[in-house]
């Protein structure tokens, strides 16, 4: 029999990136009691990831649970860029509504569109959150009005375009119903949850469906599946079925027997014996349980579909590291490291894809963008991996016989002074222009439609031409028929002439090219690249020159040589400068630039052939 669980919620929290969504989990929990009143908590206590805190944005979600009059509500903080959409995509299944959080000043923004789009389309309730209304220039009953025309463009039903709206301030630590008052904590929020989210319902005594929409590893218990029970009633140690839906036919069928279970409390994981319609659970002790399978009653194993996960966008390839430096620092450097690594990614990350290549030294690695595939290499590196890899290229798909390629929203956020060079440089790499207007302040609200390979590489270019004053968003709209060339990288790269130790000596005559990226006393060898020519051409440069001293001295011949500090590229910098004959170099401690042939006579020779 159908029963309704009145006493539980389950929600996700999604919004476009740095809209404020941890920052709200952190005050749930502490306003709901889960941390002691002494207790030290660090700001965005959800960001448990290294790489979270240094770049300030959540790549993975994240579950945990708070009470609040005598009901539980289980929370799902999810990743706000569009690298990370597979993430968000799976955890709609486990929850009944969804927290939409604006930002008071920017309003509805890329990756709004995109959660919000994936949220109607499951028949998800909407509860509109305008967060951050103490914010200079909050505009929040204009942004209220562009989520009700973003609703409508997005096909919603009656009954969710009468979403509820509650207005809020994070930082601060209130919520209220109106945007000019204060209530002083967050339970008109809270009050809200209770009174427009829909609690679970199902037939706790039918046969069981738990469907498995995340993954979480633990060096004790091992692999830990965690989802939400569907139907019926899930007990410690019961025997139980694994089945997949796999393109609309049931995969292979295992027998297996859960051995621990636990259920979210704040930021802990707790031991249970059972769990019921509605609960969002952790299982432990199913080998190699992975996302999208079904834990089933032996008596019936009927697997749930799984949502369809958006397919990747862009793909490079890894490749052992064959450097003259190989192995200096790495603790993973063989071919079978590389391949264990990356077929463990995909286990858990399911909108990456990797393939084997013809060679057995080379990977192909799939994604949502750029930066989804430098988190995977950087988490790598700091694991003690030593790599490369190349230059990242869109995926073009054969569409009755036309090659489409991905299309990007990009929407742009600049002064006014800046738009002309903006403009220039993206209609260079074939964006048209779709909407223009100016938001209050003096910015300009630039939004173009672009290919995606045009914005390899733009990043860097876009904040020089914006003097750091530009904001860009992107979000993947879709394929389009191929839209013509687009020139490449407009500068070449001066390379090592030799191994060695640079010198202040050689790299004086070398930054008189163009801009260095490595300093004196460094090590380099033959093929690598130490700076950027002026010129659209490749220079070779021994920066290991060293003076020759003579009995013979002329007046101002020793004068010290002044060098212009190097430029330090960062992980994604580095990716997107690399052109199509050219590797980065990725050790634990260290990123190179290099031709993917050392020797310039074989590079010379390989060009010749080439025409």
């Known amino acids: 029999m159908v029963q309704q669980r009145e006493n539980l919620r389950n ?207 633990d060096d004790y218990v091992g692999r830990i599946g965690i989802g939400r029970v569907e139907r019926g009633t899930l007990r410690l140690g019961q025997p139980t079925r694994a089945v997949a ?59 749930l579909p799984f949502i369809e996960i958006d397919e990747p966008t862009i793909a490079m390839n890894f490749l052992v590291n064959d450097s003259p430096f190989a192995g200096r620092e790495g603790k993973y450097v063989t071919s079978r490291n590389l391949r264990d690594r990356l077929f463990k990614e995909v286990e858990t990350n399911v909108s990456m894809r990797v393939e084997e290549t013809g060679a057995t030294d080379a990977f192909k690695v799939s994604g949502r963008g750029e930066l ?54 993206l209609g260079g790499r074939k964006a048209e222009l779709e909407n223009m207007g100016t938001r209050e302040g003096g910015s300009s ?14 990043r860097a270019e876009f904040l020089t031409d914006t003097n750091g004053n530009g904001i860009m968003n992107q979000l993947f709209a879709g394929y389009e028929p191929y839209k013509g060339d687009i020139p490449g990288r407009e500068r070449g790269s001066i390379v090592s002439h030799e191994a060695g130790e640079s010198t202040i000596y050689g790299l004086y005559n070398a930054q008189e090219r163009g801009r260095l990226f490595c300093g004196a006393g460094i090590e380099v060898y033959e093929g690598m690249i130490v700076g950027e020519c002026a010129r659209n051409e490749d220079l070779v440069i021994n920066v290991c020159k060293r003076k020759q001293l003579t009995n013979t001295r002329a007046s101002g011949s020793d004068d010290a040589l002044r060098l212009t500090p190097p430029a330090t590229l960062s992980l994604e910098q580095c990716m997107e400068f690399i052109a199509d004959d050219e590797l980065l170099e990725v050790t634990p401690k260290t990123l190179r630039l290099r031709k993917r042939v050392l020797g310039k006579e074989l590079r010379m020779k390989s060009e010749a052939r080439k025409k």
């Open 11 to 217: 929600i996700a929290i999604i919004a476009h990136v740095d809209h404020g969504k941890t920052t709200l989990v952190d005050e749930l929990l502490k306003q709901s009691g889960i941390f002691r009143t002494n207790e030290t908590v660090m700001e965005r206590v959800m960001d448990s990831n290294d790489l979270e805190r240094e770049r300030g944005i959540t790549i993975l979600s994240k579950n945990t649970a708070i009470h609040y009059q005598d009901t539980k509500i289980n929370i799902v903080d999810t990743p706000g860029h569009a690298d990370f959409g597979g993430e968000v995509e799976r955890i709609m299944m486990m929850v009944d509504g969804v927290l939409l959080l604006v930002d008071a000043f920017e309003g509805c923004m890329p990756q709004t569109r995109f959660v919000l789009k994936k949220a109607l389309g499951l028949g998800k309730k909407a509860l509109v959150v305008v967060n951050k209304i103490d914010r200079p220039g909050a505009r929040a009953a204009e942004v209220v009005d562009e989520v009700l025309d973003l609703f409508i463009e997005l096909g919603a039903d009656d009954s969710q375009l009468e979403f509820p709206v509650v207005f809020a301030s994070a930082r601060e630590g209130y919520a209220s119903l109106e945007p000019e008052t204060e209530s002083g904590d967050m339970r008109p929020l809270l009050d809200a949850i209770l009174r427009e989210i829909a609690p679970p319902q199902g037939d706790p005594d039918a046969p069981l469906q738990l469907l498995i929409s995340s993954l979480e590893y």
């Open 245 to 303: 839906m796999l393109g609309g036919e049931v995969g292979e069928i295992r027998n297996v027997k859960p051995t621990r279970l636990y259920q979210f409390e704040g930021l802990r994981r707790v031991d249970v014996d059972t769990a019921t319609v509605g609960d969002i659970v952790c299982v432990a002790g199913v080998p190699d349980i992975t996302i999208g399978e079904t834990l089933c009653d032996a008596d019936c194993p009927e697997a």
């Open 372 to 425: 989804h595939l430098s988190i995977l290499i950087e988490t790598m590196r700091r694991q003690g991996y030593e790599m490369q890899v190349s230059r990242p290229k869109v995926i073009l798909k054969d569409v009755d016989g036309v090659t489409h390629e991905p299309m990007e929203l990009l929407i742009v956020e600049v002064p006014e002074q800046y738009v002309g060079a903006v403009m220039e440089k």
């Open 445 to 458: 609200h630039l939004e173009f439609r672009i290919p995606s390979r045009g914005l390899i590489g733009y």
